[in-house]
């Protein structure tokens, strides 16, 4: 695996081609899906047991850049049913793992720029890492951040990032679209009221507005996607924050990863992973949703420059979950 270059061009010919063949697709899925997961069980097991203890960081980096490549084709292509999705995914993060815990670290982080890792999310270490994470966001001069609802994560009082995102003048967000039928699969498989989950996105739209209101300079931006999130980004001067979204869990409960900046000729996961961020954020208009902060309402494009506005208070009407204050109500110190 020294010296092995991530060949993605070839790959993404390699799965269009494969999509032409359409009358045979029981088959082939099959067939592929056979071979991909023994392929995967064979990866999975060398990596586990003679790969992470015969050779050096370097080698962990590669592997990591490999699987990230695969996983960002995937999400492009959206073939999720696929075990190619899943052998990818699952290889990505045991690398992550038995990595960490490898004598070899040192020489893990100067090739990737993992420097933490919170595999089993363990409460303590999750309220250490929420202190840290909170600090660091602190300094940082600008923010991005790729999520679902962003309530839990910066709009409510107490969140970990509530303080820095409430300080900061440059910030750039992507949430999900609340007008994506996408929502309703993942309230059903979460187990929550889908008018709950929009009620959050919107709590957490009425929040980035109340900041955009209040600071007269700065760069405050506010973008939502369409597709079912995969990663959720917190993305600083100096580090990334990752976890995953898995279908059934919530992202709290999931495995968090940290990345720091390498020097500008290292392309450590922290470029990667920007790369990807920034990839959602300049998408086609078309499925990537502006927020006009002068309308106070979601920009809809519907061709031909021309565009239909729908207010965060729209889209679920006058529901309030219990507990709550209704939208109209909402006031931000």
């Not at 067939?31 to 023994?38: H, Q, Y």
């Not at 590669?62 to 960002?72: G, H, P, S, V």
């Not at 059903?188 to 959050?200: E, N, P, S, T």
């Amino acid at each position: 695996m020294h010296g092995y270059t991530v060949n993605t061009a070839a790959a993404e010919k390699w799965l269009k081609r494969r999509s032409r063949y359409r009358k045979y697709k029981v088959f082939g899925e099959l067939f592929l899906n056979t071979l991909f997961s023994a392929a995967g069980g064979f990866a999975v097991y060398w990596f586990s047991s003679t790969a992470l203890d015969q050779t050096d960081g370097r080698c962990y980096a590669k592997a990591l850049t490999f699987f990230w490549a695969m996983i960002d084709i995937i999400d492009r292509h959206e073939i999720w049913a696929s075990a190619i999705a899943g052998a990818s995914i699952s290889i990505f993060f045991i690398i992550l793992v038995r990595a960490f815990k490898n004598w070899k670290k040192p020489i893990l982080v100067d090739s990737s720029g993992l420097f933490y890792s919170n595999p089993n999310s363990s409460q303590i270490r999750r309220q250490k890492s929420d202190a840290f994470l909170t600090r660091q966001a602190l300094l940082s001069p600008s923010i991005k951040i790729l999520g679902a609802t962003g309530k839990e994560t910066f709009a409510r009082k107490g969140t970990v990032l509530h303080n820095p995102v409430d300080n900061c003048r440059n910030l750039h967000v992507l949430l999900w679209n609340p007008l994506s039928e996408h929502t309703r699969k993942r309230t059903k498989a979460l187990g929550v009221d889908w008018k709950d989950y929009i009620y959050q996105i919107c709590y957490s739209i009425k929040f980035i507005e109340h900041q955009n209101d209040k600071k007269e300079t700065g760069d405050i931006s506010l973008r939502f996607y369409w597709r079912r999130p995969l990663w959720k980004f917190i993305i600083l001067d100096k580090m990334i924050w990752a976890q995953q979204y898995r279908k059934k869990k919530h992202v709290r409960e999931t495995s968090s990863f940290a990345f720091k900046s390498l020097d500008l000729d290292a392309q450590g996961m922290f470029t990667f992973m920007c790369s990807q961020f920034m990839k959602t954020w300049n998408s086609p208009k078309d499925t990537i949703y502006e927020y006009d902060f002068q309308k106070k309402a979601i920009k809809i494009p519907l061709g031909n420059e021309r565009f239909e506005y729908r207010r965060p208070n729209e889209l679920i009407g006058d529901y309030t979950p219990p507990g709550a204050k209704p939208l109209k109500d909402l006031t931000f110190e």
